[in-house]
Each structure stands twice: as C-alpha cells, then as structure tokens.
C-alpha cells in the first residue's frame, strides 16, 4: 500500500534487472511515479469499505 525499498530498486530501480531496466530493454517508454495506493484517496475508500464489508458479512464488529 506504500511505497518502499521493493518499489524503488527492484520495479523504478536502474539496476539491470529491475522491471523498469527490462521494459526499457524492451523498447517500452517508462515513466515511474513512486506513490503508494494508501496515498490515493479513492483507493483508501475501496479499500476501508471492502474492510466494512468483510467485517459485516463475518460478524465482526468494528
């Protein structure tokens, strides 16, 4: 849900196996925008509703 280490070196990393360097090999045009999904507010919705939803239909009470 953040971004951390994993994003930064091995997906937008320059090291040669990161998945931006294979694209790149590939003739893909990337371009890396380093936010989590918890920074996306819609995001946040889906994901705190689904938590509701989940609690709800087990009985859990929040």
């Known amino acids: 849900i953040i971004a951390v280490d994993h ?3 091995d997906m937008a990393g ?5 998945w ?3 694209f790149k090999r590939a003739g893909v045009r990337v371009k890396t925008i380093m936010h989590g999904l918890g920074e996306n507010q819609a995001w946040d919705n889906i994901y ?3 938590i509701k939803d989940v609690a709800r239909d087990n009985n859990i009470k929040l």
Do not use: G, L, R
């Open 14 to 18: 320059n090291d040669e196996d990161s």
């Open 48 to 50: 705190v509703n689904h």
């Open 7 to 9: 994003d930064h070196n």
């Open 20 to 22: 931006k360097s294979t």
